[in-house]
């Protein structure tokens, strides 16, 4: 049997321990080269049938900002106006349609074109997962993260997805903390409140 080889330390810290939901930054622009690096390390986490739901709107002009933080709340606009890049993570309520060159194993489609509750779970469920690997890309790659669901997700959709195929899932700010804005870490659960081995 061969022995695990985890990571050093020194990213485990950079991308758990150490990490924290960042509500404050510097003024760092984000470049496209980096954005494209992102989305390269994120697209190999795994999803469900391959089926990759998550669709992503990278919001950082002056033009879209404003637009964005129109449908931001009251507590989260400071920080995503001043997060050098702002994610939409979306969901395709038809990314059934890739999945004959996503996942040629067999025709997978018909379970979701023929179930709007199986392709709306799924979708849901798998570009959740995806912002989640995104998170984690992004800490990877010395970037800082904060998640948030405060805003209205309605008026995203209709300001940046207005045919109605992209649903808003939740929000991620990107750039170089100012750690001044950061508030004290929460406690975590311990092991044996929240698992148990069977």
Known sequence: MSQLQALSEEALNRLFRDARTVHAFQPV????ATLHQLYDL?????????????????VRSPQAKEKLLAAVSGGNKKQTEAAGVTVI??????FYEHLPSQFPAYDAKPIFENSAEAAQSTAFRNASLQ????????????????????????AVNKAFFP??????NFLINLGVAD?????????RLSFNEVAQIV
């Open 179 to 187: 750690h001044s804005g950061t508030h004290p870490r929460g406690p």
């Open 163 to 168: 045919d109605g195929r992209y649903q808003a």
């Open 42 to 58: 994120l697209k190999w986490g795994p999803t469900a049938f391959n089926a990759q739901p998550a669709r992503y709107v990278f």
């Open 131 to 154: 912002g989640a690997y995104l998170i984690l890309a992004a800490r990877a790659l010395g970037l800082d993260a904060g998640a948030q669901s405060g805003f209205d997700a309605a």
């Open 89 to 94: 993570v979306a969901q395709d309520s038809r």
């Open 29 to 32: 622009p984000i470049s496209d």
